[in-house]
C-alpha cells in the first residue's frame, strides 16, 4: 500500500509540473503574440506574470530576456 500511495504522490507531482509548464508556455506564446500586435503593455504584464507563477521555468528566462529588451526599446533616445 505505502508502494502504491508513493507512486501516486510521483504521478501527481510529475502531472502538476507539465501543467505548470504548459501553462507558463501558453503565457509565453501569448506575450509574443501581443508584442506582434504592438500591445507592448499587455505583452510586459504577461511576462511578469511568467516571472511571478513560473520563476523556475525555462520560459522565465526568456520572458526577462524579453522584459529587459522591451524596456530598452522604449527608452528614450535623447533626440
Not at 508513493?6 to 504548459?22: D, T
Not at 500591445?39 to 524579453?66: C, F, M, W
Amino acid at each position: 500500500m505505502k508502494r502504491v500511495c508513493a507512486s501516486a504522490v510521483i504521478m501527481i507531482a510529475l502531472f502538476v509540473s507539465g501543467c505548470s509548464s504548459g501553462r507558463a508556455a501558453e503565457l509565453y506564446d501569448t506575450a509574443q503574440f501581443e508584442e506582434k500586435q504592438n500591445n507592448k503593455d499587455h505583452a510586459v504584464q504577461l511576462y511578469e506574470e511568467i516571472l511571478k507563477k513560473y520563476p523556475d521555468s525555462t520560459y522565465a528566462k526568456k520572458a526577462g530576456e524579453r522584459l529587459t529588451q522591451i524596456k530598452q526599446e522604449s527608452k528614450p533616445t535623447g533626440r
